[in-house]
């Protein structure tokens, strides 16, 4: 004589029914193989499977394909059918971790997007993704990672006209996209400055002072700013 086996799959947080599973019996001879809604599943609502024809004996069920977006379940040891009786198995699914994606725009300090960076993204003392970008790149990043907290760091500037941008904590989400800028400064230059005679370009004047004027003005700027009174100002 023969038994009957119900398995039905469900959502763990919301117990709602989930359709596509397929599982196995297995003991000591040839597994017994059903999937919901297939060939062998009596019962025609999704989420539950209904098999008869299972000899008496005591079984592990083990899941072969879970729900989309559902981890596998783990083996259930100890299924008995015992006929003509029914055996039914709940089935509660844990749903996968979805990752999200980090978005970085490398822009300079007016908003414009700069190539050539490279980044990397840890979590503690962890390595998770790292990225360099060519001298024709769009300067925008993308990484995809689980949800979580990382820091992302520069390790490379876009160009040495530019100092390397601090880095930064961002915190990922499941199934969202986290977009940040990082600036980049310009690195400060030198400006030097001699002071010569028109007639005689040997010749260096004293006690000159000077501004620098733009979109910013800098100075002013003179000859004994750095305690020698030589022509040059720095």
Do not use: W
């Not at 029914?86 to 699914?93: A, L, N, Q």
């Not at 725009?105 to 962890?126: H, I, M, P, S, Y």
């Amino acid at each position: 004589t023969t038994g009957v086996i119900e398995i039905v799959s469900r959502d763990a947080s919301t117990q709602e029914l989930l359709d596509g599973a397929c599982y196995e019996l297995r003991d000591v001879g040839d597994p017994i193989a059903f999937c919901d809604d297939g060939d062998n599943d009596e019962d025609g609502t999704d989420g539950v499977i209904l098999r008869s024809g299972i000899p008496a004996g005591t079984y592990t069920l083990v899941q072969t394909q879970a729900p989309d977006t559902y981890e596998t379940a783990a083996d259930v040891p100890d299924v008995v059918v015992t006929p003509p009786g029914t055996t039914t198995v709940p089935i509660d699914h844990q749903q996968e971790e979805q990752p999200g994606t980090l978005v970085v725009e490398k822009v300079d300090g007016n908003g414009a997007l700069l190539a050539g960076a490279c980044f990397e993204v840890r979590q503690g003392d962890t390595l998770v993704a790292d990225e360099c970008e060519a001298e024709d790149g769009d300067g925008v990043f993308s990484f995809e990672l689980m949800a979580g907290d990382y820091r992302l760091r520069e390790t490379r500037p876009p160009s040495s006209d530019y100092r390397v941008a601090g880095s930064q904590a961002v915190s990922v989400a499941a199934g969202e996209e986290t977009r940040v800028q990082i600036v980049n400064r310009l690195r400060p230059g030198r400006v030097e400055v001699t002071t010569v005679d028109a007639a005689d370009p040997d010749t260096r004047l004293e006690n000159a002072c000077y501004e620098l004027r733009g979109d910013r003005s800098y100075g002013s700027y003179c000859d004994d700013d750095d305690l020698n009174v030589d022509g040059r100002v720095l």
